[in-house]
């Protein structure tokens, strides 16, 4: 986010045209869907987009540099897995593309919440370890990124001796390192690494809980992060038009998890979904919860990812975007369940709205001071 913005967007590139929605179909690897989206997000004013990462997916990093290859300013969040890499080359990889892509890379940390995810790229470290495991890494990854001269590096995890990049990140602030996570594990680990901490869209409540955790974690280390917050916007003309719109897009994902066989597992693994189906609970009948937020996909689909909505007019939803900026919020993650069309229709009647709210916020604000 520029000094300049008060508010960033981001918004997400798949390998291919795929959502809740949308069955996967073509190769894993859609080309010529990556270009689109990239170019898609970038007319349409995004900050960034996040490339994911799963221990089934195509490798998030060269994803990422086909997309850096073919936009001009769209900058890059890409996911990463801490412990499959050494720290000391994740690093250098990061700050390669950085120069290349001339400082546009960030990087999102995932530690990873489901044992029985880990366990398929042969991790078998218990949760509790994964977070000290990922901690000690980017406490390696700063080092590599920032020390003039060879250094080493004793702890549990990693030994390393003479460690040295030629290659730095493009810009002095370095890579932005933004961090997911809910567990106690993950919030402490994030006040000492996050200079972006990463939530789903949760209530009111639950964000203003979560951010006040984390700024005690983080003022423990002398430091303060910025929060982003990741929803699935449903917008439309009017609120009707756009709860009807919401009711669709549940029906085509209860029937397209039918299709494919799948089942809501009876354990939810990571705190993460478990605080969205908690929001869940404590919705309404129609999955409503305070102003404009939308809990019946994550009901539904027991809460994999990013799967809670705000729903109602553009001028509606911006609205509610508002209020988590006061809350805090200050990067929003917003992605749709048509990746190419919703990012449009996003660019188009969404992020100037917010811009604008945010920034009429900020000059009152400063008049007030």
Known sequence: MSSESAVEFIGYVGSRNHSETIPASGPVIDLAHIEAAARVHENAGFDRVLVAFHSNSPESLLIAQHIGAVTRELGLMIAHRPGFTAPTLAARQLATLDQITRGRVAVHIITGGSDTELEADGDRLTKA?????????LDIVRREWTETTPFDHDGPHYRIRGAHSQVRPWREAGIPVYFGGSSDEA????????????LWGETYDQVRET?????????VHGRRPRFSLSLRPIIA???DAAWAK?????????????RTGYVRPAVIPNEGSRRLLDAAARSDAAGRADKRLWTALAQATGARGNSTSLVGTPDQVADALLD?????IDTFLIRGFD???????????????????????TGRSAKAA
Do not use: F, M, N
């Open 129 to 137: 370890e994964r977070y000290a495991r990922t901690g000690e890494y």
């Open 187 to 198: 919030i402490a680990v994030a006040g000492r690494h996050a200079d972006i901490y990463a």
């Open 211 to 219: 951010v006040s955790r984390v700024r005690d974690a983080a003022a």
């Open 237 to 239: 003309e009017t609120e």
């Open 246 to 258: 919401a009711d669709r897009i549940l029906d085509i994902a209860r029937a397209q998890a039918e």
């Open 324 to 328: 988590y900026w006061r809350l805090g």
């Open 339 to 361: 990746p190419i069309e919703d990012a449009h229709a996003y660019g188009r009647d969404l992020l100037p709205r917010v811009r604008a709210l945010v920034a009429a916020e």
